[in-house]
């Protein structure tokens, strides 16, 4: 007997059809119109869309930043990100200078153990490869951590120099992982900021304009260019600019495999919410920062034209009461980061599909199948189809929901997306067969959600 989701609309990143979908244990069997109930359950989805659930391949849950910690740990990350329709995320573990990758995954398994309510991967955060560094990323490849990040930003405490990050490329183009790039010229921006605090501008609008775009720029095409030497991918992670898509268009054009994501926040907002009054500017520090209006057609763009793969959230949750405020007199000391594993789906069906901005498959690819692939689970993960994990989203198309604080599941006072008004939401989620958020009420128990073994060379390219 398994559970069978009656006439439902599903919906892949190849195409739309009438479909049941049934459901055996924690995969899918069949999916076909006309599938027998015979003794199966079944679920009416009637006007509903059926989606592979969301996967966020961007998120720091539980992690320390400046002093303090992100408010979302495993168990409220996971919980928050299932009710807006994911159900999978790629976190990152952070290796500490000096110490093995393996400790770091060690403690990463740790905080997620008994806690994860969807199923999850690791990135390793690389900022040390002398000693055994490169031998450490062979290690992480066999248990599953098939991408690597890499910062060229936050000189003394993440970013690492260029010898660094051509080895760990090098390293990929022989182990099939993936370097993942945080691409800002990190240098040459704390050079500005330092002049602009000896000038006493310490107020948050200048974390944004400390951080001009083609400092963005610059470091994607240099990162881009370091990979082609070592004949391996690279994916630019949270890309916000015109200017640096420029940089991925042209390497994309020329046939070089670069790969970039882009955020919600980066297509829907801009750096006027930084002017807010006060210090309420500081809900929106985080980087690269929020830029000009100009640049978000721009990105909508390159979502529509494949010039960027992926929208993921780059979820890291700080309170503004509590944590944000430590900033207060010094935008350096704000802990960079913002809230938005609940709402992606969310927003991106609402301006993307309703605004007629990406076609309901283009919406699926994006936020499903293209990190899927990219990333070493498909079809596992990402896709509808008998054989694949049963993560599916009875997505409601029609529903409103206002975004708010009030009412989001976010471990954190404040929401980026106040009073954003979306039609779709998700009505019932699954997570490996399991119905795990049904019309607003969560029935997944923590420490359901597995670690995930993600395979090498996830087959975006060839
Ligand atoms: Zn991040």
């Not at 000096?98 to 969807?118: F, H, S, V």
């Not at 999850?120 to 031998?135: F, K, Q, S």
Request: with cysteine.
């Amino acid at each position: 007997m398994g559970l069978l989701l009656q006439n439902g609309t599903v919906v892949t990143a190849e195409k739309t059809f009438p479909a049941d979908v049934l459901i055996e244990g924690e995969t899918i069997k069949e999916v076909r119109a006309g599938i027998p109930a015979a003794s199966h359950k079944t679920l009416d989805a009637t006007g509903m869309l059926l989606l592979p659930g969301g996967i966020d391949a961007h998120t720091h849950l539980d992690m320390p930043f400046g002093g303090t910690t992100s408010s979302d740990d495993f168990e409220t990350g996971t919980r928050a990100a299932a009710f807006g329709g994911t159900t999978t995320l790629v976190d990152f573990a952070i290796q500490a200078r000096g110490t093995r990758m393996r400790d770091a995954l060690d403690t990463w398994w740790k905080k997620a153990e008994g806690r994860a309510c969807i199923d999850y991967g690791l990135h390793m955060i690389v900022t040390d490869l002398a000693g055994a560094g490169l031998e450490d990323m062979d290690d992480m490849v066999r248990e599953g951590v098939s991408s690597f990040k890499l910062f060229m930003a936050y000189p003394n405490v993440l970013m690492v120099d260029d010898a660094t990050i051509f080895k760990a490329l090098r390293q990929t183009a022989k182990n099939g992982a993936l370097i993942c790039m945080h691409a800002e010229n990190g240098s040459v921006i704390d050079v500005i900021v330092q002049q602009a605090l000896a000038e006493g501008k310490t107020a948050p609008v200048y974390h944004a304009l400390t951080r001009p775009t083609t400092a963005e720029a610059e470091a994607v095409h240099r990162a881009i260019a370091m990979a082609e030497i070592a004949g391996a991918p690279v994916y630019i992670v949270h890309l916000s600019s015109e200017d640096a898509l420029n940089q991925v268009r042209e390497a994309r054009s020329r046939g070089v495999p670069a790969f970039a994501e882009t955020c919600p926040q980066y297509l829907l907002l801009t750096i006027e919410e930084l002017k807010r009054p006060g210090f309420e500017g500081a809900k929106y520090v985080f980087t690269p920062p929020l830029r000009e209006k100009e640049n978000l057609p721009k990105l909508w763009d390159g979502l529509k034209t494949d010039n960027l793969q992926v929208v993921s959230t780059d979820h890291c949750p700080f309170c503004f009461e509590d944590q944000k405020v430590l900033g207060k007199n010094d935008f350096t000391k704000i802990p960079n980061g913002g809230p938005g594993i609940e709402n992606r789906l969310q927003l991106l069906f609402h301006h993307g599909v309703n605004e007629g901005k990406l076609s309901l498959n283009r919406f699926v690819e994006i936020v499903s199948t293209a990190p899927a692939r990219i990333f070493g689970m498909y079809p596992k993960k990402g896709t509808i189809a008998a054989g694949s994990d049963a993560d599916i989203v009875v997505w409601d198309p029609k529903t409103e929901h206002l975004i708010s604080a009030k009412t989001h599941h976010m471990r954190v006072d404040y929401s980026m997306f106040e009073g954003f008004r979306v039609r779709g939401n998700a009505r019932q989620v699954f997570s490996r067969g399991e119905l795990i958020v049904d019309g607003g009420i969560f029935l997944g128990k923590p420490g359901r959600g597995a670690y995930l073994r993600r395979a090498v060379r996830g087959g975006a390219w060839k």
